[in-house]
């Protein structure tokens, strides 16, 4: 459909208007139909979010007084090791969480998938699987914070341990990384699980009853006629997941402060702390600049490996 | 059909909402807006605010939010030169960023005069740039202006329990050897440490390196943090008291540490004014009634105890199109009966006579100290628009030191070290 | 697979799921012990697993003695009225790209797009953001949030409505066309009715996104005239004191408004989920 010549280029933010002219003569009506109506809106829009991309951009190139300094705010990010320290944290969170999440999620999706049959019960991990999303996140760190602390946090109280050598599960490197990804995990493999089950429902029943039939077992049922279905889905929360742990901050924010030392100061928490506290805007703005090209990036590439989409 | 129903439903609702918000404000001041810190900080402002309307007929409307958000809130509305607010509450830290930027009007020129029942140190935390100590230098050449006035006269206390031991600590020597005694482990701890990471950690350390005889810097900018005297003063937090403190020094914020202190489980801390009432004092939580003794920070070192200001003051932004009505709110607020309202209402006032009033001591027993710890004077934290990085900075490795992720001399060097490079990459002279 | 270890073998799932469904309605359990309790509960000692003495004091504080009651109203309409002009917006991009000839790298793009906007780290739009909200002259008003939702939540109802959309065959809509009806016809009276499940799905998912954002609802408000309900419940986190009951009372009521929606709409939601990605294999 789309062979008249356009280049192969990968989808750029900033190539359409080229795409467009050289290709407008070459196309039916119907097609032009496709640009007349889409033009309008997907134009609006793409120029309100795209104005404060550049406005960011911008303010990662200029001083504070206005004049260009070119790259020096990316050289100064890039420049400090702390920032590698806190890429280092965020992949061990990520790594912690996501697995979790995206395993966990899916494994309940097929538990409730095959063993639960009663609508009610069904609706009723629905429903509670919705809660984790709708609350504020600040309050979300507050009552971990309440299960989480020593001496008046619920855990150790339930574990026994309330004396001096108690789980420092806020203030010990490995535990407070613990701490933190649970709650991340507390709060989406519900999301996660939602998705998957959902996805479940769709597969045609009678490719399952043909596999059945021909004896497959539970796990080639799984592999060779669910996972296909689920493929896709299974990509979409993985992008999504991936761009939210970037932007995960308050309830780090209430449980350890970034604390212990550096150890939960993930990404987020880096770039408010470049802006905010040092009140170098150009600085985390660059940053900011720097981990959407990388996430850009990533997600190009995997999708070139696991497309998601026929196009 | 359903659907229509939906959007029928909804879109009148948006358009309504869109009308109802862009209601504009009127030009006339017959309304005041003041960005405010949410907490017991603004508790008395909010009692006077409807005191205010019914003697002047000026309408005073009080936003709230949370220290950090505050902070950032202001920070943008500055850099848009945003006339929402009239009056902004400021911690006397960020004062320095707001005057080093020029966003705040001078109150001098509105008419607000020194008075001599508020100590003089009240008037210059308020002024820019610092009348004493080191200055920025961007900052040599400007003129002196009065930018903001305490309506929060906090100044770092300590706290410890009288009916565990009679006296309290006059130095650390004592603070440290009254810890040892008391610590009773699992029930009672010898000191409570304030240590979560970044600020707390911080407001909880720098009495202790001021009387130790340490500081952030010197007279020029100069790093000393990793001096003798510092790097000693971080070894008596991290090693001396940290074995005779509560369970989790290093998650421990000034909410946990006022309740393990109303709850009899400590034996001393450090204490900020704006706290005691929140749970030390409070009838309905506190366990202590009666046994909790407020006094100046002990002596250190250095041979004086050094407590710090904390002190909230009121600014009117350069930005707010109602400069003299906001000024003569801050003129109302410092009126001597007003005053005394705001203290029965949980304020904290600034003047010695009000601090030193018999008729509110029994409700607010450290108000003398106060007004004595406000004389001393106390210290402030550095007057630099770089103190909320250095405060990282510090609160960071502090934090880390606390839950043994380095040495106090590994914090101390690490923190000047990287000190040294903000410091030089911002234009100060620093060695 | 003999009868018997069938038998276990649901046994041991059913035992495995109570002990996650648990682990998971455990903190939630404690949020709503927690607001049932008052402030001396909390200062106890030992903390308890149920309020000694049940109060609702918490949620009359909330919602009136604090007057969040206002930001809740603020919090509806701006969330309805964000996701409704959401779904127009996400209609209007996904129409050409499903339903019309629209060449697949166009339809990459406009998707790819969509996702990239997600990734970029909010803390650097901020201030741009409200630089942009204060010469449009929208500061601390309402429409400025929905704007900004509008535009933060497309890349979801944009990927779950293209799913939709593609699932539905275009020969019926073309059928329509062949007999002479105008596109905007056959729109209205097929493909509208078609989507609805898809459209009520997108709609609840979009508006629990909006309903709980913090960030820009902070940044470009200045007063409870057009705070939300998060940007209260914050504020119960101060620099000397967590309002703990206050706080666990406005999260359980923060719950409930999203939560009685999606009960109402629940199997149009969970069609949603599957962002529609499924049927195109």
């Given at each position: 459909m789309s062979g008249n010549g356009v280049n192969a280029a990968p989808a750029h933010p900033f190539a359409i208007g080229a795409r467009i002219r050289t290709t407008w003569m070459a196309r039916s009506r119907q097609e032009q139909l496709v640009y007349k109506l889409l033009l309008p809106v997907f134009g609006t829009v793409f120029v309100l979010a795209t104005i404060p991309f550049i406005l960011?951009?911008?303010?990662?190139?200029?001083?504070?007084?206005?004049?260009f300094i070119g790259l020096e705010n990316f050289g100064r990010a890039l420049g400090n090791p702390l920032l590698y320290e806190s890429i280092k944290q965020t992949g061990i969170y990520a790594a912690i969480a996501l697995p979790i999440e995206i395993l966990g999620g899916l494994g309940i999706a097929?538990?409730?998938h095959r063993t639960v049959r009663s609508n009610i019960i069904r609706a009723a991990i629905y429903i509670a699987a919705m809660i984790p999303i709708v609350i504020p996140q600040i309050a979300v760190g507050v009552v971990f914070r309440l299960v989480y602390a020593a001496d008046y946090g619920i855990l150790n109280v339930l574990l026994g341990q309330t004396g001096p050598h108690q789980p420092l599960w806020l203030s010990s490197p490995p535990l407070a990384m613990i701490a933190t990804a649970s709650v991340d995990i507390w709060q989406w493999t519900p999301f996660v699980y939602l998705v998957m089950f959902a996805g479940l429902q769709t597969v045609p029943s009678e490719s399952v009853e043909a596999a059945q039939v021909d004896g497959a077992t539970t796990w080639t049922q799984f592999r060779h006629i669910e996972l296909p279905y689920l493929r896709p889905l299974l990509l979409l929360v993985l992008f999504f997941r991936i761009a939210d742990v970037i932007r995960v901050f308050d309830h780090v924010y209430v449980l350890t402060g970034g604390g212990p030392g550096t150890t939960t100061q993930f990404l987020s928490l880096y770039i408010y702390r470049i802006g905010f506290k040092f009140s170098d805007l150009g600085q985390a703005s660059a940053l900011a600049v720097l981990v959407m090209v990388a996430m850009t990036l990533f997600y190009t590439i995997v999708l070139r490996f696991l497309p998601a989409d026929r196009g | 059909m359903k659907l229509r129903k939906w959007l029928a439903m909804l879109v009148p609702i948006a358009l309504v909402a869109s009308a109802c918000s862009s209601t504009p404000s009127s030009g006339t001041a017959t309304k005041l807006t003041i960005a405010a810190v949410q907490g017991v900080e603004d508790a008395g402002l909010k009692a006077l605010a409807p005191m205010y309307k019914q003697q002047k007929g000026v309408e005073i409307e009080i936003v709230e939010a949370p220290y950090d958000d505050l902070y950032s809130k202001l920070v943008n509305a500055f850099k848009a030169n945003d006339s929402t607010?009239?009056?902004?509450?400021?911690?006397?830290?960020?004062?320095?960023?707001?005057?080093?930027?020029?966003?705040?009007?001078?109150?001098?020129?509105?008419?607000i005069t020194q008075d001599p029942d508020i100590a003089q140190v009240v008037w210059d935390v308020g002024t820019w740039p610092p009348p004493r100590g080191p200055v920025p230098p961007t900052e040599t050449s400007k003129a002196k202006q009065l930018l903001g006035v305490t309506i929060v006269g906090n100044v770092e206390m300590f706290m410890y329990r009288n009916d565990l031991t009679p006296t309290g600590p006059t130095s650390y020597d004592d603070v440290l050897a009254n810890a040892k005694a008391q610590n009773k482990q699992g029930s009672v701890a010898g000191y409570i440490i304030r240590g979560k990471a970044t600020n707390p950690v911080v407001a909880d350390f720098l009495p202790i390196l001021w009387s130790q005889g340490g500081d952030v810097f010197d007279e020029n900018w100069n790093v000393v943090l990793d001096n003798d005297a510092s790097k000693a003063a971080i070894g008596f937090l991290v090693?001396?008291?940290?074995?005779?403190?509560?369970?989790?020094?290093?998650?421990?914020?000034?909410?946990?540490?006022?309740?393990?202190?109303?709850n009899g489980q400590g034996y001393q801390s450090s204490?900020?004014?704006?706290?005691?009432?929140?749970?030390v004092l409070d009838p309905a939580v506190t366990k202590v009634a009666g046994k909790v003794t407020f006094i100046p920070i002990p002596k250190g070192k250095s041979g004086k105890g050094v407590g710090m200001m904390g002190n909230w003051l009121l600014g009117v932004p350069k930005a707010s199109k109602n400069q003299q009505a906001a000024a003569e709110f801050i003129k109302w607020m410092l009126q001597k009966d007003t005053q005394m309202t705001y203290a029965q209402n949980q304020g904290i006032p600034s003047r010695t006579s009000v601090l030193k009033d018999a008729s509110l001591t029994a409700a607010n027993p450290y108000f003398p100290v106060l007004a004595d710890a406000l004389q001393a004077p106390p210290n402030w934290r550095p007057r630099t628009d770089q103190w909320n990085a250095v405060e990282t900075i510090i609160g960071t490795h502090l934090n880390n030191a606390l839950t043994g992720g380095e040495t106090a001399d590994q914090a101390a060097t690490g923190a000047a070290a990287e000190i040294r490079t903000l410091m030089k990459g911002a234009g100060y002279p620093t060695q | 697979m003999t009868h018997r270890s069938r038998g276990f073998t649901r046994v041991a799932t059913s035992v495995l799921l109570a002990v996650i469904a648990f682990i998971f309605a455990f903190p939630l359990f404690y949020l709503i012990s927690t607001s049932l309790k008052t402030k001396a509960d909390l200062f106890a000692p030992v903390p308890s697993l149920f309020p000694p003495?049940?109060?609702?004091?918490?949620?009359?504080?909330?919602?009136?003695?604090?007057?969040?009651?206002?930001?809740?109203?603020?919090?509806?309409?701006?969330?309805?009225?964000?996701?409704?002009?959401?779904?127009?917006?996400?209609?209007?991009?996904?129409?050409?790209?499903?339903?019309?000839?629209?060449?697949?790298?166009?339809?990459?793009?406009?998707?790819?797009?969509?996702?990239?906007?997600r990734f970029l780290p909010p803390v650097a739009v901020v201030i741009p953001y409200f630089a942009i909200v204060r010469t449009i002259g929208l500061y601390n008003q309402l429409p400025a949030l929905i704007l900004v939702y509008t535009i933060f939540n497309l890349p979801l109802a944009i990927w779950m409505l293209r799913g939709f959309l593609d699932e539905i065959p275009l020969e019926i809509e073309e059928a329509a066309l062949v007999d002479g009806a105008?596109?905007?016809?056959?729109?209205?009276?097929?493909?509208?009715?078609?989507?609805?499940?898809?459209?009520?799905?997108?709609?609840?998912?979009?508006?629990?996104?909006?309903?709980?954002?913090?960030?820009?609802?902070?940044?470009?408000?200045?007063?409870?005239?057009?705070?939300?309900?998060?940007?209260?419940?914050?504020?119960l986190v101060t620099q000397f004191e967590i309002i703990w009951n206050d706080m666990a009372a406005g999260a359980v009521i923060a719950i409930v408004i999203p939560l009685s929606l999606m009960i109402i709409a629940r199997r149009h939601v969970m069609t949603g989920l599957t962002f529609g990605v499924i049927r195109e294999k």
């Open positions: 960011a951009v911008i303010q990662a190139v200029t001083s504070d007084s206005g004049g097929l538990l409730v | 607010y009239d009056l902004i509450m400021m911690d006397d830290p960020w004062m320095p960023k707001f005057g080093t930027d020029g966003s705040l009007s001078d109150l001098g020129a509105l008419g090693n001396d008291l940290k074995p005779v403190a509560q369970t989790d020094p290093g998650s421990t914020d000034a909410s946990d540490r006022d309740k393990i202190m109303a204490v900020w004014p704006g706290e005691i009432n929140t749970a | 003495a049940p109060t609702i004091d918490p949620y009359i504080s909330v919602l009136f003695t604090r007057g969040f009651g206002g930001l809740l109203v603020n919090s509806v309409v701006v969330g309805l009225s964000a996701t409704v002009l959401s779904i127009c917006v996400a209609f209007a991009i996904c129409y050409p790209i499903t339903r019309l000839p629209a060449s697949p790298r166009l339809r990459a793009f406009v998707l790819s797009w969509a996702l990239s906007l105008s596109r905007w016809y056959a729109f209205r009276t097929i493909l509208l009715p078609l989507s609805r499940t898809g459209i009520l799905a997108v709609v609840i998912i979009v508006f629990a996104f909006d309903w709980a954002e913090f960030l820009f609802a902070f940044i470009l408000t200045a007063t409870p005239q057009a705070m939300t309900f998060p940007v209260g419940v914050q504020g």
